[in-house]
DNA sequence: ATCGTGACGAACG
DNA sequence: CCGTTCGCCACGA
């Protein structure tokens, strides 16, 4: 008997799925979740992974750095529709980009 | 099995 | 405050 072990992507997208409209959360928070404190990194990996339809189910705006920061280099197409998405859910930032995790963080 | 890579995190100066 | 450095984990070749 096997269980289908679901992989560490797997894991990743059904917290990111979890995470409810208008909170954000980061990669290590998310690694944690997942049971790896550690593999933040894996985390970035997996999101990054995602397919075109995963895109639409899976709410990867909603992760940032720990920062509160939106980590991509800045000029990126995804990074300006990640703050336009976010911002669109009703995310308030900062001045320098910076969300406030005492409002929007999840858990 | 080893190596390189990456949307990270924390620590250091 | 900033940039740098190291460590961590998972995946593909």
Request: glycine share 8%; hydrophobic share 35%.
């Amino acid at each position: 008997m096997k269980e289908d072990k679901p992989n560490f992507y797997e894991i990743v997208y059904k917290i990111t799925k979890s995470i409810p409209k208008g909170k954000v959360t980061s990669y290590g928070r998310i690694a944690v979740l997942a049971g790896s404190p550690r593999a933040a990194r894996a985390v970035g990996y997996a999101l990054n992974a995602l397919k075109k339809d995963q895109l639409q189910e899976v709410p990867w705006q909603r992760v940032i750095n720990s920062q509160g920061r939106v980590s991509f280099k800045s000029d990126t197409t995804r990074a300006m529709l990640q703050r336009k998405l976010l911002e669109s859910e009703g995310i308030d930032f900062q001045e320098e980009g910076k969300i406030d995790w005492k409002t929007f963080g999840w858990p």
